[in-house]
Antibody, heavy 123, light 113 residues
Framework: QVQLVQSGAEVKEAGASVKVSCKVS????????IHWVRQAPGRGLEWMGW????????KYAQKFQGRVTMTMDTSITTAYMDLTRLTSDDTAVYYC????????????????WGQGTLVTISS | DIVMTQSPDSLAVSLGERATVNCKSS????????????LAWYQQKPGQPPKLLFY???TRASGVPDRFSGSGSGTDFTLTISSLQAEDVAVYYC?????????FGGGTKVEIK
């Protein structure tokens, strides 16, 4: 069965960086793109960007340009999201999600999600 | 950016009664070349990731009970639960995948009256 398993919770100081991993299984890693979505406590969902596992090309939401880097390691079917210069506004649960179509357009809905990784920023 | 506005923010419905969640987009989500609406619905329960309910506005995802239905086109969309069950208590989100950045509605909390 399809699974996306994320790394554990993190506590970081303001100004630091965090790297969240997303290990996928149950399907061919390069057949579907991986997106990253975050959710601040008690808030809604915010799309951060996506990565094409076939090419390795990432695309980021304008809001996160310059602070986020999305990468992958196909040998271990794992995607990563690295966010730098953290502030208290970055306190959130970060999700990886699989696109539902496998078209690599970036314009996708999500059929499978990771369990989420809580990142807490202390000031 | 395409703004997604959901209403109401919350609603309380008696068990077995109908629940209706609305989602309005700031521009049409209907792609003329394939006549598809680029709109998805998700259900999120506390402490869990979102679960896909519908895509293309009305195509039910695998395993979703048929008491759930999705409808609408263009800029106005509706998620309906025909007979609310206790396990349907959750926050429901709409999402557009027509334009970048992909955006979500603010969520509608559905509770039991």
């Amino acid at each position: 069965q399809v699974q996306l398993v994320q790394s554990g919770a993190e506590v970081k100081e303001a100004g630091a960086s965090v790297k969240v991993s997303c290990k996928v299984s149950g399907y061919t890693f390069t057949d579907y793109s991986i997106h990253w979505v975050r959710q601040a406590p008690g808030r809604g969902l915010e799309w951060m960007g996506w990565i094409n596992p076939k090419s390795g090309d990432p695309k980021y939401a304008q809001k996160f340009q310059g602070r986020v880097t999305m990468t992958m390691d196909t040998s271990i079917t794992t995607a990563y999201m690295d966010l730098t210069r953290l502030t208290s506004d970055d306190t959130a649960v970060y999700y990886c999600a699989r696109d539902g179509r496998g078209k690599f357009s970036g314009y996708d809905y999500y059929d499978y999600w990771g369990q989420g990784t809580l990142v807490t920023i202390s000031s | 950016d395409i703004v997604m506005t959901q209403s109401p923010d919350s609603l309380a419905v008696s068990l077995g009664e109908r629940a209706t969640v609305n989602c309005k987009s700031s521009q049409s989500l209907l792609y003329s070349s394939n006549n598809k609406n680029y709109l998805a619905w998700y259900q999120q329960k506390p402490g869990q990731p979102p679960k896909l309910l519908f895509y293309w506005a009305s195509t039910r995802a695998s395993g979703v009970p048929d008491r759930f239905s999705g409808s609408g086109s263009g800029t106005d969309f509706t998620l309906t639960i025909s007979s609310l069950q206790a396990e349907d208590v959750a926050v429901y989100y709409c999402q557009q995948f027509y334009g970048s950045p992909l955006t979500f509605g603010g969520g509608t909390k559905v509770e039991i009256k």
